[in-house]
């Protein structure tokens, strides 16, 4: 899964790139995600005193609201070791980029994910060059400063195809493969979901396939949506 971080200090532009890239992205035909890292540890996006938040003082882990224009999940949970794989997984099927705002510690040092850089003064830019890798472009307020690095500036103000462009060229091979070798069959073990390639998921599910066709009753003709579950019995059943 393609992913971008988009990090930086309070105020430097992050929030800007991200809509600039969201909307870009869309209009040509991707389908992104955002993900946003809150540091304050007593956040909620819960409201005090409505019926979610009562639900989620009475015990319930998740909460689900339904509206006519919108679904909220809200699931409480310790994310202190949150890891990429998690948010990942927290992304819908369908998700084709995922774009992150924050999350520092976990991306900095990460070379599979590109980094966008907001910053506000020079100190910023020098320190963001030491500590992430690999940068993608800088952005914000700051210009003259960070054209003095081989590391490209973009104005999201007035370039906002500029940016686009930049992610979409990073991303687009792997976005193409994704599509390509859409995932044909799936094996979760509880919550975690097995890593499969191409082979392995044509392997598997032909072999599963062969085995349901000679089954009384079941008539494969190809396209099936087939589920098996098994779950664990105790020793008293």
Same mark, same amino acid.
Request: proline share 5%.
């Given at each position: 899964?393609?992913?971008?971080?988009?990090?930086?200090? *309070?105020? %430097?532009?992050?929030?800007? /790139?991200?809509?600039?890239?969201?909307?870009?992205?869309?209009?040509?035909?991707?389908?992104?995600?955002?993900?946003?890292?809150?540091?304050?540890?007593? +956040?909620?996006?819960?409201? !005090?005193?409505?019926?979610?938040?009562?639900?989620?003082?009475?015990?319930?882990?998740?909460?689900? %609201?339904?509206?006519?224009?919108?679904?909220?999940?809200?699931?409480?949970?310790?994310?202190?070791?949150? =890891?990429?794989?998690?948010?990942?997984?927290?992304? !819908?099927?369908?998700?084709?980029?995922?774009?992150?705002?924050?999350?520092?510690?976990?991306?900095?040092?990460?070379?599979?994910?590109?980094?966008?850089?907001?910053?506000?003064?020079?100190?910023?830019?020098?320190?963001?060059?030491?500590? +992430?890798?690999?940068?993608?472009?800088?952005?914000?307020?700051?210009?003259?400063? /960070?054209?003095?690095?081989?590391?490209?500036?973009?104005?999201?103000?007035?370039?906002?195809?500029?940016?686009?462009?930049?992610?979409?060229?990073?991303?687009? /091979?792997?976005?193409?493969?994704?599509?390509?070798?859409?995932?044909?069959?799936? $094996? !979760?073990?509880?919550?975690?979901?097995?890593?499969?390639?191409? +082979?392995?998921?044509?392997? $598997?599910?032909?072999?599963?396939?062969?085995?349901? =066709?000679?089954?009384?009753?079941? /008539?494969? *003709?190809?396209?099936? %949506?087939? =589920?098996?579950? $098994?779950? =664990?019995?105790?020793?008293?059943?």
């Amino acid at each position: 899964m393609p992913i971008i971080a988009v990090v930086g200090s *309070k105020k %430097s532009g992050k929030t800007t /790139a991200i809509e600039t890239l969201v909307k870009g992205l869309t209009k040509r035909g991707y389908k992104v995600a955002t993900v946003k890292h809150v540091p304050e540890p007593d +956040f909620t996006i819960d409201t !005090q005193g409505k019926d979610t938040w009562r639900h989620a003082k009475a015990g319930a882990t998740t909460i689900i %609201s339904v509206a006519p224009n919108e679904i909220a999940t809200i699931k409480k949970a310790d994310t202190t070791k949150y =890891s990429l794989e998690q948010i990942i997984k927290d992304c !819908q099927e369908d998700t084709e980029i995922i774009i992150l705002e924050g999350f520092r510690k976990l991306t900095e040092q990460n070379p599979t994910v590109p980094k966008i850089v907001a910053a506000k003064t020079t100190e910023e830019i020098l320190d963001a060059s030491k500590h +992430f890798k690999p940068i993608l472009t800088f952005v914000g307020p700051i210009q003259k400063e /960070a054209t003095k690095l081989k590391i490209p500036y973009i104005d999201t103000l007035k370039e906002q195809e500029k940016l686009v462009n930049l992610v979409e060229e990073k991303v687009a /091979a792997q976005v193409k493969r994704k599509r390509k070798h859409k995932e044909e069959l799936k $094996i !979760q073990i509880n919550e975690q979901t097995l890593p499969l390639n191409p +082979f392995v998921q044509k392997f $598997i599910k032909n072999t599963i396939l062969g085995m349901i =066709s000679t089954l009384k009753g079941a /008539a494969i *003709k190809g396209g099936e %949506s087939v =589920s098996i579950i $098994i779950k =664990s019995l105790s020793k008293h059943d």
